[in-house]
């Protein structure tokens, strides 16, 4: 497709279990993001992949929280023994761009629920 | 820390009836604004960037301005297509990411 891709749509996950959420980005782009989306409220950064090395984590909210992109194209977001908090919409978003990061594509998303 | 301040929350309209959205911004080392919108189950659509104070950017029925605290949305003539979650963002010099306001929930009515 010529859009982000993002698996699955949607995910139940009963607390304590672990979840792995997948984007497929745009075909040859270089930056990859990852953004948690609360309901009614904005997109806050995760963390930020330029090809295959995660140049910035800063915004990942515990150690619970992982992302790989091994080959500098798919990227997993994995989340161990999850909580209810960690309840939201996970926003995958690309660039064909290294440094200028506001012009991204996103994906529909992946909305966790913890029950 | 960046942070960005929408307002109104929401926003109900009649159609052609024209507003305008604030987006007020605190950022060190502006390297730009952008606008999203978002539509419901949807992730955010990229719309616009501001780079400098005074820049204007327009789209269709939208135009953005920039000054130097604020950046302006404005939507002339409005049609019911464009209801929307209308999102702010900032990058700061010493940021890899986005900092979004928590976004305009925009009705219009026919």
């Known amino acids: 497709g010529a859009g982000v891709s993002q698996s699955p749509r949607y995910k139940v996950a009963k607390r304590g279990q672990d979840v792995a959420l997948r984007c497929d980005p745009i075909?040859?782009?270089?930056?990859l993001f990852w953004y948690q989306q609360a309901l009614g409220q904005g997109p806050e950064f995760l963390t930020y992949?330029?090809?295959?090395?995660?140049?910035?984590k800063s915004g990942l909210p515990s150690d619970r929280f992982f992302a790989e992109r091994p080959e500098g194209s798919v990227s997993t977001l994995k989340i161990q023994r999850t909580q209810q908090e960690d309840s939201a919409v996970y926003l995958c978003?690309?660039?064909?761009?290294?440094?200028?990061?506001?012009?991204?594509?996103f994906g529909e998303g992946s909305r966790l629920t913890v029950l | 820390e960046d942070q960005v301040t929408q307002s109104p929350e929401a926003l109900r309209l009649q159609e052609g009836e024209s507003s305008s959205l604030n987006c007020s911004y605190t950022?060190?080392?502006?390297?730009?604004l952008f606008w999203y919108r978002q539509d419901p189950g949807k992730g955010p659509e990229f719309l616009f960037t501001?780079?400098?104070a005074g820049e204007e950017k327009e789209k269709e029925r939208l135009k953005a301005t920039l000054t130097k605290k604020e950046s302006f949305l404005h939507i002339t003539a409005p049609k019911p297509e464009d209801s929307a979650t209308y999102l702010c963002?900032?990058?700061?010099?010493?940021?890899?990411?986005?900092?979004f306001g928590k976004g305009t929930h925009l009705i219009i009515q026919p």
């Open positions: 978003a690309s660039s064909f761009y290294v440094g200028i990061t506001g012009e991204l594509f």
């Open positions: 075909s040859g782009h270089v930056s």
């Open positions: 992949f330029q090809n295959e090395a995660q140049l910035d």
């Open positions: 950022v060190s080392g502006l390297r730009g």
């Open positions: 501001l780079y400098s």
């Open positions: 963002a900032v990058e700061g010099g010493g940021a890899d990411g986005l900092t």
